[in-house]
């Protein structure tokens, strides 16, 4: 089957410091894959996508490139601020799957002025 | 646009009371799923559907129903609640099944039963 495996949280980090949040998948197929952000008392949004291998997907300053050979669809961000306190997940979709997403568990980013 | 709209966003049942959870979009949307958020499990998929009159069952379907009879609107039922329902329930719609469409998500409706 499908699945999505996240780095495991709570991460805490100061304002300005380097972010990687590890993501890795399994997919029966050829996914597009997608991270997510959801802030607190909302709803998930976009955050950035990529739908091929070695797409680098790109937002607000956070970055993740498609790794087919490793599975991998990290997520980094070189100064992060406080602002950026939230739950992040990563996500894969699949058409031949009737379109369904399989998420990780979500990793909470929290940042200390 | 209001994208995706819950309603209500806070709800409290007693175990055995039935209710319906509402979403709606106007997007013209052909996909809708629903999803429910339990901490540490990530985000859970319900049920969904790939157009009006078409929906099938995601990963933990029991003791929820659904329909779609229009673009719009995809209506979640709680037929007799449980306390192991208590979640953060969010629904979400994309353009189409088309695995590089991203999902638009609703705000929550947050159930609690006692």
């Known amino acids: 089957g499908n699945s999505v495996t996240q780095m495991e949280g709570p991460v805490t980090l100061s304002e300005e410091a380097f972010l990687t949040i590890n993501c890795t998948y399994t997919a029966t197929g050829y996914p597009s894959l997608f991270w997510y952000v959801q802030y607190p008392g909302e709803g998930l949004q976009l955050l950035l996508k990529?739908?091929?291998?070695?797409d680098k997907g790109s937002n607000k300053g956070f970055e993740a490139t498609y790794r087919k050979e490793t599975t991998s669809f990290h997520l980094e961000k070189g100064s992060v601020q406080v602002s950026d306190s939230a739950v992040y997940f990563c996500?894969?979709?699949?058409?031949?799957?009737?379109?369904?997403?399989?998420f990780g568990d979500g990793t909470t980013l929290t940042v200390k002025p | 646009n209001a994208g995706v709209t819950q309603t209500p966003k806070f709800q409290v049942l007693k175990t055995g009371q039935s209710m319906t959870l509402q979403c709606a979009q106007d997007m013209n949307h052909e996909y809708m799923s629903w999803y429910r958020q339990d901490p540490g499990m990530g985000l859970r998929l319900i049920h969904y559907s790939v157009g009006a009159g078409i929906t099938d069952q995601g990963e933990v379907p029991n003791g929820y129903n659904v329909s779609r009879s229009t673009t719009e609107d995809f209506p979640l039922r709680l037929l007799s609640a449980a306390p192991s329902q208590t979640s953060v329930y969010f629904c979400?719609?994309?353009?189409?099944?088309?695995?590089?469409?991203?999902?638009?998500f609703g705000p929550g409706t947050r159930l609690t039963v006692l």
């Open positions: 979400a719609s994309s353009y189409s099944t088309s695995g590089s469409d991203e999902q638009f």
């Open positions: 996500a894969l979709r699949l058409r031949t799957n009737a379109g369904k997403s399989t």
């Open positions: 990529a739908t091929k291998a070695d």
